[in-house]
Nanobody
Framework: VQLVQSGGGLVQTGGSLTLSCVTS????????IVWVRQAPGKDREGVSC????????YDANSVKGRFSMTVDHSNNAVYLQMRDLKPEDTAVYYC???????????????????????????WGEGTLVNVSA
């Protein structure tokens, strides 16, 4: 199982970026998928969460209306489209996926931003988004 991320970088306030997460080794449609970020010195924050079982989705209030997760099943890829970026969006962004009970837990963690010390599911390596003022 692999999740390979790309698309981060430096962008000015108000700019846009799209993060990519290309997956392999599992059937993406069977997995809950989340995007999580961690700013310097801060705890992880659930950004965008998608449940495969019922299609339920959740976006954090801090990004609602600006960020959007899309899934391309034909290419086994997940994207996080970000627009109107702000300096407070600066963070390392991770994609993660899990199925079954672990996937339910991961989705709940994403919604509440209450993450355990150990990672549940499969995680990408992270990509840095740096928004300059």
């Amino acid at each position: 199982v692999q999740l390979v991320q790309s698309g981060g970088g430096l962008v000015q306030t108000g700019g846009s970026l799209t993060l990519s997460c290309v997956t392999s080794g599992f059937t993406l449609a069977d997995y809950n998928i989340v995007w999580v970020r961690q700013a310097p010195g801060k705890d992880r924050e659930g950004v965008s969460c998608l449940s495969a079982s019922n299609g339920r989705s959740y976006d954090a209030n801090s990004v609602k209306g600006r960020f959007s997760m899309t899934v391309d099943h034909s290419n086994n890829a997940v994207y996080l489209q970000m627009r109107d970026l702000k300096p407070e969006d600066t963070a390392v962004y991770y994609c993660a996926a899990e199925s079954g009970p672990g996937g339910t837990t991961l989705f709940r963690q994403c919604m509440t931003s209450q993450f355990s010390h150990y990672n549940i599911g499969h995680w990408g390596e992270g990509t840095l988004v740096n928004v300059s003022a």
